[in-house]
């Protein structure tokens, strides 16, 4: 089997690239088996758009920011380890800087997940939505690179960014 590699895009389509960021193929022997998740980003015309960090912890998320991969901030970030506060350390957040937050967990699920409790960036709050509340959410990619989102409860739309 054929993993996918740092760097390597997953798809393409126009301006749109599915890329894989992390892990690197020289991993600490020590971490966490949740540091070692795949990292993916969806990026329109090299501007990050939406961010899956997987289970990724802190550990990780600092080994991921050291090597520089990420440039500039995401309209969307999946929380790591479904909105744990073992994951979204603040220099993560604030070099993401997401303007919307998902947090995918189970509804009265064994781990007390989310945990992780407000998600701030420059002294601002960022909004989030919860599987656990609200259902699925439904993520609609613009040509143009607006995205439009919807739960069960609620949506909006993040528009272009130039």
Not at 20 to 46: A, C, K, T
Not at 79 to 86: I, K, V
Not at 137 to 149: E, P, T
């Amino acid at each position: 089997m054929n993993l996918p590699t740092t760097g390597q895009i997953l798809h393409q389509w126009d301006e749109w690239s599915l890329k894989v960021l992390y892990p690197f193929s020289d991993m600490p022997e020590d971490f966490h088996e949740n540091d070692y998740s795949i990292v993916i980003g969806l990026f329109r015309n090299q501007n990050l758009q939406f961010l899956w960090s997987g289970d990724l912890e802190k550990e990780g998320e600092s080994l991921l920011l050291s090597q520089g991969v990420l440039h500039g901030s995401t309209k969307i970030w999946k929380a790591g380890h479904h909105g744990s506060n073992t994951s979204g350390s603040q220099p993560f957040l604030d070099t993401i800087a997401p303007e919307l937050i998902i947090i995918s967990c189970g509804v009265g699920n064994s781990y007390h997940h989310p945990s992780h409790g407000l998600y701030v960036v420059e002294n601002d709050t960022i909004p989030i939505v919860r599987t656990d509340l609200e259902g699925s959410v439904y993520l609609r990619f613009k040509k143009d690179g607006a995205i439009s989102w919807k739960s069960s409860r609620r949506g909006g739309l993040l528009p272009a960014t130039p």
